[in-house]
């Protein structure tokens, strides 16, 4: 990195064209590594599973994640495209910015369509693993009530989530989340919901991995019942910048959906 340092006195200094041209050069070259560093470490994504990492995107650059599922809900269901920008601002802190998925559910007679609510969000990198303190993360985010009706909660839900982690020898790794958010499901009372999961991974091959996972989710103050679900996938680093996805799973309790899968891709640039 590169730092200039400019006297507070208002006299114009004295570069030369050739010193000026070799400082510009200098600082491209400096900005120019750097980003190439932060481009050389493999990605870190937040799907295809339910837990999202401990990691953030590096200064400067942009990861952008997305994917299509089906859902077997008694009904058949699609959602697509599964955004989700992740834009580094600085070190161990991201912007988050989720687009509204469009949604279709073939209903007996009629097809409903639309799309539902957005998000915006940060994740902030805590702490690095060290001994018996997992990695940490925490994301804050809000949903954006801009979705059709049927797939909208009509009201900025807020979401709180805290991520951990661990490394463990071969590459393998275990984690997951514990979060809240305050919603109103669409109706007129507001209710927390609650989220925690419980991850591991798998490596395989030096591009190839693989998950299983299992998470669910609790309504207080609410007359539904919890939903629980066991998952698993894989992911192909095509390379440090692209990566592959592909997930099944399926739910454990009635109020559970019976089955779901997809597909999807995370890049970086």
Same mark, same amino acid.
């Given at each position: ?5 400019? %006297? ?6 004295? #570069? ?7 400082i510009s050069l200098l600082i491209a070259t400096g900005l120019c590594a750097c980003q ?10 937040? =799907?295809? +599973? ?6 953030? *995107? ?8 997305? !994917? ?14 599964? &955004?989700? #920008? =992740? ?18 559910? +073939?209903?007996? !007679?009629?097809? *409903? ?26 994301? &804050? ?8 009706? &049927? ?5 900025? +839900? ?14 393998? %790794?275990?984690?997951?989340?514990? !979060? ?9 009372? =507001? ?29 207080? %103050? ?22 592959? +996805?592909? =997930? ?17 891709? %995370?890049?970086? #640039?």
């Amino acid at each position: 990195m590169v730092i200039i340092v400019l %006297s507070n006195n208002h006299k114009q200094a004295a #570069f030369k064209p050739q010193k000026l041209k070799a400082i510009s050069l200098l600082i491209a070259t400096g900005l120019c590594a750097c980003q190439t560093s932060f481009a050389e470490e493999a990605l870190i994504t937040d =799907r295809p +599973d339910f837990t999202e990492s401990t990691q953030t *995107v590096a200064p400067g650059l942009v990861q952008i994640e997305a !994917g299509l599922t089906y859902t077997d809900t008694g009904l058949d269901q699609f959602e697509l495209p599964e &955004a989700l #920008f =992740r834009i580094g601002l600085i070190e161990n802190l991201e912007l988050r910015i989720e687009v509204p998925n469009y949604t279709t559910v +073939d209903t007996p !007679g009629d097809n *409903v369509d639309g799309f539902s609510d957005g998000s915006i969000g940060v994740k902030v990198h805590l702490a690095d693993q060290n001994g018996a303190l997992p990695d940490l993360g925490l994301i &804050a985010s809000a949903s954006l009530p801009v979705g059709k009706e &049927a797939f909208s909660s009509d009201n900025v +839900d807020p979401t709180l989530t805290l991520a951990w982690a661990y490394d463990l020898d071969s590459g393998y %790794s275990i984690g997951g989340n514990v !979060g809240v958010t305050s919603s109103d499901g669409g109706g007129d009372d =507001r209710f927390l919901e609650t989220a925690y999961s419980f991850a591991a991974g798998i490596p395989l091959t030096e591009s190839w991995s693989a998950y299983v996972e299992y998470y669910g989710l609790s309504f207080l %103050s609410s007359d539904e019942d919890s939903e629980h679900y066991m998952n698993g996938g894989f992911t192909y680093l095509v390379n440090n910048n692209l990566q592959l +996805d592909w =997930r099944i799973g399926f739910g454990l309790t009635d109020n559970s959906d019976d089955l779901f899968t997809g597909a999807g891709l %995370s890049v970086r #640039f």
